[in-house]
């Protein structure tokens, strides 16, 4: 089957395949009416950093049960990101044998029982539960942009900033309420596992998308593109490579602080549950910036001055930490959330903003998705080292300065008006 350039067809970003008849007026039914759609979108968002942002404010804790490092009690953040970007792998293959809609479904699953897996009594199991945790949201973070894309063309970047938004939303609530409750539930362990409910819920909301679904499986045609219209081979292309890096680099500083922010402020002598509060309060800002970044992205030709503005914001944060942590800590954390969150709402909004379709797009977000987190995995893992190292957090914040000024001049390549 060959495709006229000129007309608009319906294709599956997961798939490369032309859905069937019935396939696609299934799919503009539920579009028409797509509260549904809306609802499945944001409750699986609000899952994609909720397991992750829950054991920040608990490492100390985590760290004396089981007598960790330094550098190991970076590892139970590091674990999960490592496989944010190996999970990035395998997600678009999954996608394209399965469909999008059950590989969410699946991966929500998979998160509820990676949460579970993570509070069984030892340390293997800690690690364990990271691994599929981490690997769960990487299935969702990469084929959540190709569905938007596919779903809502003509409003990718509000809806981009709708489910960062949410994403971010739900890990703010999560590290809000991790030590209040620890305390109210009896200990960690159960502090970590109650988060396992929302993915439950999140799956059950997505089901409606799986029947959907089935009125494409198994009746789709594989498109034979035309030679100018035949997709992209995104890891050739220089531009593609410049969103994944500042996806990359970005998610890096993002994590460190997910992973050490806490630690930060009570190695200078703040309480365990102030430090969980400033965190959440870094969490909360960075909905601002996730759901204003992308809907400004969105209204301009090129992104130059957005990337400017998130980088200039998270370096004056970091720089921050280390002039006067708890002095400013929550100046720095407002600086850096608003930053972090308009930085992760642009990376994800350049996804859609530098293809020109499902396809490119879901390929471009697993690619930068892969290396991107492989890159982000690194910093926690690094910033725990030169931390056990130097016996300071000087050194490896004055690092993550370097990354901020490495993302500004990736981003301002990335941010040019023009495709993939």
């Known amino acids: 089957m060959t495709r006229d350039s000129s007309a608009p067809v319906l294709v599956d970003a997961e798939a490369d395949v032309l859905p069937s008849a019935a396939g696609t007026a299934a799919r503009r039914a539920l579009l028409a009416h797509p509260a549904l759609l809306l609802a499945g979108i944001v409750l699986a968002s609000l899952n994609m950093r909720a ?32 496989f944010l970007g190996l999970g990035a792998l395998v997600a678009p293959w999954l996608g394209r044998r399965f469909g999008a809609e059950r590989v969410l479904l699946a991966a929500l699953l998979l998160l509820g029982a990676g949460i579970l897996v993570r509070i069984l009594p030892s340390a293997a199991a800690l690690y364990t539960g990271g691994v599929l945790v981490g690997t769960a949201i990487a299935l969702l973070n990469v084929l959540m942009p190709g569905l938007i894309k596919r779903d809502f063309p003509d409003r990718a970047a509000s809806m981009t900033s709708v489910y960062t938004g949410a994403m971010i939303a739900g890990a703010t609530v999560v590290a809000a309420s991790s030590v209040p ?118 209204r301009m030709r090129g992104q130059r001055p957005l990337i400017v503005l998130v980088t200039s914001l998270v370096a004056a944060g970091y720089a921050g930490l280390i002039a006067a942590p708890v002095a400013g800590a929550w100046l720095w954390s407002a600086l850096l959330g608003v930053g972090q969150g308009g930085a992760v709402g642009l990376a994800l909004t350049l996804i ?69």
């Open 181 to 298: 409750l620890e305390r109210a539930l009896g200990g960690w362990r159960a502090s970590l596992g109650v988060w396992s409910l929302l993915a439950v819920v999140a799956a059950l909301a997505w089901l409606p998308q799986v029947i959907v679904a089935r009125g494409r499986t198994g009746h789709e045609v594989r498109a034979a593109w035309a030679p100018a219209a035949r997709p992209v081979n995104v890891w050739r292309s220089a531009l593609a490579w410049q969103v994944t890096l500042f996806m990359g680099l970005q998610s890096l500083w993002t994590y460190v602080l997910i992973a050490w922010m806490p630690t930060i402020f009570t190695d200078h002598g703040m309480s365990r549950s102030a430090a969980g509060v400033v965190f959440a309060f870094n969490n909360l800002l960075q909905v601002v910036g996730a759901f204003a970044v992308p809907l400004l992205a969105g």
């Open 352 to 420: 859609v903003l530098r293809t020109g379709d499902a396809v490119t797009a879901a390929r471009l977000s697993g690619m930068a998705q892969t290396v991107g987190y492989l890159l982000a995995a690194a910093g926690p893992l690094a910033a725990g080292a030169l931390h056990q190292a130097s016996g300071s957090w000087t050194l490896p914040l004055a690092v993550v300065l370097g990354v901020c000024a490495t993302a500004l001049g990736v981003g301002l390549l990335a941010a040019r008006n023009r495709t993939v």
């Open 51 to 82: 397991a992750l942002a829950s054991v920040s404010p608990l490492v100390s804790e985590l760290a004396r049960t089981y007598g960790l490092s330094s550098a190991a009690s970076s590892l139970v953040t590091s674990v999960p990101v490592l």
